[in-house]
């Protein structure tokens, strides 16, 4: 009895689920869901003690740098992805026991704030912050490094002025609306033909795990019916704990090991050529380069956040030439 009584509860349960799920796919289609950032939350920034190291990661030799803050006076209101007060004083200390100097901006416009820096760090995404002058900010930043915990500005944008972005914040929206994608999708659709090979080639060790890192599959998706031929595809492109070996599996191969970085090579969207991605093959790679129809090599840094620095495409006898 009492089993006849959970199973008519489970299939209840069951029923509902179903209901409300089909009442959202068609909620969903009659107002016409077009996707778009401001349907997902806010991006956050999670690392509760600052996050110094982020920064002092990026010089051989932080003592006496000095950091531009552009954080939030006490009486400015607290906007969407602002980085908590408590956690910027973290920030600030832990970069003072480094040696380094972290100048606060408390809302102040670029305009308004004096000195010279070596690199800045978004913690307040206002719009006299977000859509700021990036040339400007650059003729202030010796390094050219920019540090992103708010996820508020484009990685593009601040390339085209010749800066480092990188976004240390948590981004909620799918990786298919990523715009520095989209925009790299454009620009390989202009110079290829639908017809073209491509062998994806990692520039360096893969850095993460993160599974937002396969960029490739979007790519894929993009550019077909282009051929993209990837190192162990059944993996790569397969669940998490299979994506996790692949990960494992082409840094020990180490197939950059002894490969030049091609550097001096002419950059198709990027403006940082000290980030280039090429670099030449080895001869496994020159390998499978020639059993397949390829005509383009594309190098990539996998990280999770996607800039344009990140990638480059490189025609296949350029490569060639390489070696």
């Known amino acids: 009895m009492l089993f006849a009584i959970l199973s008519r509860l489970h299939s209840f349960a069951l029923l509902l689920v179903l209901a409300f799920l089909g009442a959202t796919i068609v909620g969903a289609a009659k107002t016409g ?84 820096f070596d690199a800045a760090v978004l913690l307040y995404p206002c719009d006299i912050y977000v859509k700021l002058d990036f040339d400007e900010l650059a003729a202030k930043l010796d390094a050219k490094a920019l540090f992103d915990y708010c996820d508020g500005w484009s990685s593009s944008t601040a ?39 491509f062998l994806l080639v990692p520039s360096e060790p893969l850095s993460t795990t993160a599974a937002r890192a396969r960029w ?23 669940y998490l704990t299979e994506y996790f070996q692949w990960v494992k599996d ?8 002894g490969q030049q970085k091609m550097k001096s090579h002419p950059r198709a969207l990027s403006k940082l050529p000290k980030m280039n991605t090429a670099r030449t093959l080895n001869t496994e790679e020159l390998a499978v380069a020639k059993s397949r129809d390829v005509q383009w090599v594309l190098f990539w840094r996998h990280q999770a956040d996607f800039k344009i620095c990140d990638f480059e495409l490189v025609d296949i006898e350029t490569v060639r030439g390489w070696k």
């Open 159 to 197: 390339d085209a002025a010749g800066l480092m972005h990188l976004n240390f914040a948590r981004t909620y929206w799918p990786h298919w609306l990523d715009p520095e994608m989209l925009q790299f999708v454009e620009h390989v659709r202009k110079v290829t033909k639908p017809s073209d090979g």
């Open 250 to 257: 082409y840094s020990a191969t180490r197939p950059f090991k």
């Open 216 to 238: 490739f599959l979007p790519l894929n998706y993009y550019l077909a019916p282009r051929s993209f031929y990837l190192y162990k595809p059944e993996e790569g492109t397969s």
């Open 33 to 116: 869901f077009t996707p778009d950032h401001s349907r997902y939350d806010a991006a956050e920034f999670q690392n509760k003690q600052g996050g110094s190291r982020f920064i002092v990661s990026v010089f051989p030799n932080p003592q006496g740098k000095r950091i531009l803050l552009l954080d939030n006076a006490a009486t400015d209101p607290i906007i969407p992805s602002t980085v908590p007060r408590e956690i910027v004083d973290k920030l600030s200390k832990a970069l003072a026991r480094k040696g380094i100097t972290a100048i606060h901006s408390y809302g102040l416009p670029l305009d308004k704030i004096e000195g010279q």
